[in-house]
């Protein structure tokens, strides 16, 4: 049994001299503690305390500024900024927490550091003015109000501090896409392309306040409104060339984000192109509780299925596009190739990116082989009763069978497998010459397994 973690230890303090004999303090629970939870595995919890740092930046606009942030550097990166003072051809992905609820500090995204920076990201973890260590004039509890409308500059200001000469990417969470929205309105040329936005909170007129002009009236002017807004939400999309994967995972928080992004896109139709919309629910992303058994104080993480951590990495760095429908095979992966090779024995669902794009050979039997196949033409003849071609498919398969377990060096295994499969169908459809040339492929299965679905 795990023994508890006593209270000193699960919590952090800080104290602060301002001047003369005066000390401001605060605390917040230990890396120890979030870390040793049961939320991260042994491989992800020695990574993050490897590759994990702390660092902070201090400017001023009307006040001064004190932003602390977590980052884990790409090591290229670093050894740039160490060098020059600069990173030259690095990528930078920023994250940023909610304002309200639970995920209100870095450590919300831990879950999401090993994807991103796997994909050769510098992954920053940032605590906004007033959460976390994060303050304005060494004032920790900083009200939200007294900052928020400079919400898109105290941004802009951190990610030229960082002083990298890419611009970047960013992942928020709730309150904070409105902040992320107005800094692209402002400062187009500090953000990439590739940006995703989960559980938006925002209006229209919380990113593009329009006054009626002179002597509108008011119902055609309500009526108008919503279109001008979404022009001016076309223009910095066009400027930046700019893709939102906006996620929602069914809180009623979010519903005036999702509506919003509906009157944009159907009233600028071809931004469908650019904003993807995507369902989940909880059993994709949900909040957790992450600290040890017997903390006294525990943060809160923002928890990713597999599925949804590589998709999400992928898209940031541009490799995939954000999918509209999440399917429901998702949850059945275990590992897909986005972050790792796959040569587990548990065969996920055949539809999944792990069962078209599994590498051959890894699949160390004939009879895994036979699993992956049969279900592909199960799965079609399903979706394709009475279909004359769903019953040569599955002829097919059942041929190419002993074709790909002979070129593999199986072929003892692969007669006394294929001896055990339906003979009526081999009789049947092996004359047909239709079928020489998808037996060929069999060969080169080896390679690539998605090839046998294209």
């Not at 992956?372 to 019953?391: D, F, K, W, Y």
Request: charged share 20%; with cysteine; net charge positive.
């Amino acid at each position: 049994m795990t023994a508890p973690v006593r209270d000193v230890k699960s919590k952090r303090y800080h104290l602060l001299q301002t001047h003369g004999d005066s000390w401001v303090g605060s605390f917040e629970a230990s890396a120890s503690s979030i870390l040793w939870g049961e939320l991260f595995p042994e491989k992800e919890r020695n990574f993050l305390r490897q590759v994990l740092q702390e660092g902070s930046q201090n400017f001023g606009i009307k006040d001064t500024f004190q932003l602390e942030y977590r980052i884990a550097w790409n090591p290229i990166a670093k050894q740039q900024m160490e060098a020059r003072g600069e990173t030259l051809d690095g990528k930078l992905v920023i994250l940023i927490h909610g304002y309200t609820g639970r995920i209100t500090d870095s450590w919300g995204w831990a879950k999401m550091v090993k994807p991103l920076w796997k994909q050769g990201f510098t992954v920053c973890l940032l605590d906004m003015p007033g959460f976390g260590r994060s303050s304005i004039n060494l004032r920790w509890n900083a009200p939200l109000a007294s900052w928020q409308h400079l919400d898109a500059i105290v941004l802009s200001k951190f990610i030229e501090g960082m002083r990298f000469r890419k611009p970047a990417s960013l992942v928020t969470y709730r309150e904070s896409c409105q902040s992320v929205l107005r800094l692209f309105r402002e400062s187009p040329h500090l953000v990439s392309s590739q940006h995703a936005l989960i559980d938006p909170i925002f209006t229209l007129d919380d990113v593009y306040p329009l006054e009626a002009p002179y002597g509108a009236h008011s119902k055609e002017w309500i009526a108008e409104k919503p279109g001008k807004q979404a022009i001016e939400f076309d223009k910095f999309l066009g400027r930046s060339k700019t893709f939102l994967w906006t996620i929602f995972t069914g809180t009623s928080d979010a519903t005036c984000g999702r509506e919003a992004l509906q009157v944009v896109m159907r009233c600028r139709q071809h931004l469908t192109m650019r904003i993807c919309l995507s369902h989940v629910t909880k059993e994709f992303i949900c909040e957790s509780r992450a600290g040890a058994n017997g903390a006294s104080l525990n943060a809160h993480v923002l928890f990713f299925c597999k599925y949804m951590r590589d998709r999400l990495a992928a898209f940031i760095a541009g490799v995939e596009k954000a999918p509209k429908e999440i399917p429901p095979w998702a949850l059945e992966v275990s590992s897909t190739t986005t972050s790792s090779s796959l040569g587990s024995k548990s065969l996920p669902s055949v539809d999944s990116p792990a069962g078209k794009a599994r590498e051959f050979n890894a699949l160390e039997t004939v009879q895994e082989v036979a699993e992956v196949l049969s279900r592909c033409t199960t799965a079609r003849q399903e979706s394709r009763p009475g279909s004359h071609a769903s019953a040569r498919e599955a002829a097919l398969f059942c041929i190419t069978l002993r074709e790909v377990a002979s070129f593999a060096g199986w072929a003892v295994q692969a007669e006394d497998f294929v001896g055990q499969l339906p003979q009526g169908k081999l009789k049947k459809h092996s004359g047909q010459p239709s079928l020489l040339p998808s037996l060929c492929l069999a060969v080169h299965l080896h390679a690539n397994m998605a090839r046998l679905w294209n």
